[in-house]
């Protein structure tokens, strides 16, 4: 069932504009050539296309598709109705991975596209998925204003810190200094933290997750499907090709208890592999104290909070890195806000009540008109 479109229909099936836009039913869709099971009984496998996946062996984007697949069944909704659309990268040919419909669209767009589709039809579950240089370079301005604008969006960037289908030129969020193709002296730009830059666009839901950690990642994925309004998750995924091992000093398994803070709502920031470490306050800055050491204990920590309506601690905490401090993943920030599309369909009924239904073409031939012969 998985149709795609970047300027054609692939395979002879219907392109996406033919299809997509008007889910069909609640019990499943035979665009696949066979009926679906209703959505109660949907597994991961009926959300496995056909197609070949063209990702390097060993790449951190398997991860995150089985992640996605396996969290699918779970949310209760028909395939039909779920839409990924993508921009361009390796990341990008995520959608022909889906058993649902899709759209692999142009470089840094796919934000505006997934805006349209949204609310061409709010009843669609519409994915995002982008990397660091489709998302922070050329889209960084599509980024912005589709989180800004809260529509009901899961959005998820694969964060290589490289430019991986272009064979490793450095990205947005490559380190300081990293020498690349690109840049054999070393990079001069200062890299930019994703997760600041979708607190500080006042996204309603943000988290950081690991590719290699499955469970937690999976986690993560339910979390953002289930929020209402824009959902950011920023994965740390392992380019093994052109950027391997980036992220090995904090994520691999023998040192990640010692350099990884799991944000839990609720609990004190603890971490080390005998808890005995966390994050209090001093001041108006964090920073890492030893429990027992001095007399601190958990009471002294800095206890998690996702609802907290001021961003200011969860964009301290986007800002937290290593060596200083634990790398922190998790959710670090869902709240309420009403969302862009079902505020444009309240005005749009406010609009119909007060004026009727209206007319296009009298609404093209009123007011002055002229006529150039």
């Not at 912005?144 to 694969?158: E, P, Q």
């Not at 808890?275 to 958990?298: D, H, Q």
């Not at 800002?319 to 444009?344: H, K, L, S």
Request: charged share 20%; hydrophobic share 35%.
């Amino acid at each position: 069932m998985s149709t795609q479109s970047n300027g054609h229909s692939g395979n002879g099936k219907k392109s996406f504009a033919e299809t997509a836009v008007s889910a069909e039913s609640d019990s499943g869709s035979a665009v696949s050539g066979r009926v679906a099971p209703p959505p109660g009984q949907l597994k991961k496998a009926d959300f496995v296309s056909d197609q070949e996946v063209r990702w390097c062996p060993g790449c951190g984007d398997y991860a995150i598709l089985n992640n996605v697949q396996k969290v699918m069944p779970e949310l209760g909704i028909p395939r039909e109705k779920i839409v990924f659309v993508s921009g361009i990268g390796c990341s990008s040919r995520f959608p022909y991975y889906m058993n649902t419909y899709g759209f692999h669209s142009i470089h840094g767009r796919a934000p505006a596209i997934a805006t349209g589709i949204k609310c061409a039809n709010p009843e669609l579950s519409v994915w995002v998925i982008t990397g660091d240089g489709d998302a922070l370079s050329i889209g960084g301005n599509h980024f912005i204003h589709a989180i800004r604008r809260n529509l009901d969006l899961n959005y998820i960037l694969f964060n290589n810190r490289i430019y991986g289908l272009t064979k490793g030129q450095y990205s947005p969020t490559s380190e300081f200094g990293k020498k690349t193709k690109s840049t054999p002296s070393g990079t001069i730009d200062y890299p930019i933290n994703p997760l600041s830059l979708a607190i500080a666009s006042e996204s309603t839901f943000v988290a950081r997750s690991i590719d290699i950690d499955v469970k937690h990642l999976g986690a993560m994925v339910e979390a953002a499907a289930k929020h209402k309004g824009i959902s950011f998750i920023e994965v740390y995924q392992n380019c093994n090709i052109f950027n391997d091992g980036a992220f090995d000093y904090f994520a691999e398994r023998t040192v990640r208890s010692d350099r990884v803070l799991y944000l839990e709502h609720g609990k004190p920031m603890v971490f080390g592999k005998n808890r005995e470490k966390g994050i209090r306050m001093n001041g108006a800055l964090p920073e890492v104290v030893t429990i027992g050491e001095n007399g601190i204990t958990e009471n002294d920590l800095l206890v998690h909070d996702i609802h907290l309506n001021d961003p200011s601690v969860a964009f301290m905490l986007a800002r937290m890195e290593q060596p200083e401090f634990p790398q922190p993943v998790g959710i670090f920030r869902t709240i309420d806000r009403a969302t862009y599309e079902d505020m444009m369909t309240d005005q749009i009924d406010a609009a119909v009540a007060k004026s009727g239904l209206g007319s296009l073409e009298k609404l093209i031939n009123s007011g002055d008109t002229w006529i150039v012969e």
